[in-house]
Nanobody, 126 residues
């Protein structure tokens, strides 16, 4: 089944949001999962990614220290905790997944992600 994102919204600068990615009929434990964002007229970029085991993560430099990706495979869910939000974080946030044999491997290459959700909009106003 598809990936489903939730948790977006319109907030003020400095606020926090937690995005949730779930999958029905697809065990996320077999997948590296990433959170991506795409602003109007912008290319899709990787914000954060997490290995199957959850022990390895990668972050976009501009969100390091503010965003945290985590997962619970038993709940088939991946979260993106976003703190200290800035107007430049405004975008459509999408969850992507790619099947991976290695449990500790995490990929930052967008083209390797082949399962996507529809996205959830995050708008941060100053």
């Amino acid at each position: 089944g598809p990936l489903v994102e939730s948790g977006g919204g319109s907030v003020q600068t400095g606020a926090s949001l937690t995005l949730t990615c779930t999958a029905s009929g697809r065990p996320l434990s077999y997948y590296v999962v990433g959170w991506f964002r795409q602003g109007p007229g912008m290319e899709r970029e990787l914000v954060a990614a997490i290995s199957r085991s959850g022990e390895n993560t990668e972050y976009l430099d501009s969100v390091k220290g503010r965003f945290t990706i985590s997962r619970n495979n038993a709940l088939n869910t991946v979260w993106l905790q976003m703190d200290s939000l800035k107007p430049e974080d405004t975008a459509l946030y999408l969850c992507g997944a790619t099947v991976e044999y290695m449990t500790t491997y995490v990929t930052t290459t967008l083209s390797t992600y082949d399962h996507w959700g529809q996205g959830t909009q995050v708008t941060v106003s100053s």
